[in-house]
């Protein structure tokens, strides 16, 4: 992580669970990390928390709405002006709604679209575009998938959610492919962890607690320090080194 220190890293849902885990072991390796989400008070005090750690980086929270392409672009462009660009692009941000494909809501569909497929495409269009204009060839796309993309789990609630997490599967491959055509040494890197013991599940069954709860009390779960770890893992390869799916679960689960 020794090349990384300075440069600048952007995190999106970088407010609870995996995105502050990834934010705050960044930030200890020196890195800059603008983290965004659209409630910044949590980010505000995990900035504190890393100052009174110690830790030689520091994180820059921005608010940012990532189903409005608008204010993406405006994050961005702030990136810029301040801060010269975006090094490392960590596409964090995912949510889940109970919308099954036979009965569920085209808004609920629309939302996961947006944040899980379009606000990850736009992000990645933009680091990009960044590193480009900036001369830097060995910058990194992270995007933190679901071994959701590469199954599809036997719950109704779970389908649509599926179905973007295997956008992501396919879209870092493309990116792949496409870094590879432009001639360039930026990676592009998947990283798919199993069920995650974060805010996540009580958001998806944000009426039913109880049902959240037994999401992570029905088996061993992975930590969201164990993702962050993945993160710096895939970082810390030799720049001619293109890891493409990190898979992560639990070494007890079988499925």
């Avoid at 496409?178 to 990676?187: F, G, P, Q, S, V």
């Avoid at 990283?191 to 998806?204: K, L, M, Q, W, Y």
Wanted: charged share 20%.
């Amino acid at each position: 992580m020794e090349r990384w220190k300075g440069r600048v890293a952007l995190v999106t849902g970088a407010s609870v669970g995996i995105g502050a885990a990834v934010t705050r072991a960044l930030v200890q390796h020196g890195m800059r990390v603008v983290g965004c989400a659209r409630n910044v008070d949590k980010i505000e005090k995990l900035a504190a928390e890393c100052q009174s750690a110690g830790y030689s980086g520091t994180l820059i929270p921005y608010k940012c709405d990532l189903s409005n392409e608008e204010e993406i672009l405006s994050m961005f462009s702030a990136i810029k002006t301040l801060h010269k660009g975006v090094d490392v692009c960590i596409n964090n941000a995912g949510l889940a709604h109970n919308e099954p494909l036979l009965s569920g809501k085209t808004e609920g569909w629309r939302n996961m679209i947006d944040v899980n497929v379009l606000a990850l495409s736009i992000c990645t269009r933009e680091a990009y575009k960044s590193m480009k204009e900036r001369n830097v060839d060995d910058g990194h796309i992270i995007n933190i998938n679901s071994m959701g993309g590469h199954r599809v789990v036997a719950s109704a609630d779970e389908h649509f959610y599926c179905a973007t997490k295997y956008a992501v599967t396919a879209l870092t491959e493309g990116i792949r492919q496409e870094l590879r055509e432009a001639n360039t040494h930026i990676r592009a890197t998947c990283i798919s962890p199993g069920i995650v013991e974060t805010e996540f599940a009580f958001r998806h069954h944000n009426s039913d607690p109880e049902k959240a709860a037994a999401v992570y009390e029905s088996m061993k779960c992975l930590k969201a320090e164990d993702v962050a770890s993945a993160v710096t893992f895939v970082l810390s390869a030799p720049p001619h080194v293109q890891i493409g799916d990190v898979q992560m679960r639990p070494v007890e689960q079988v499925s």
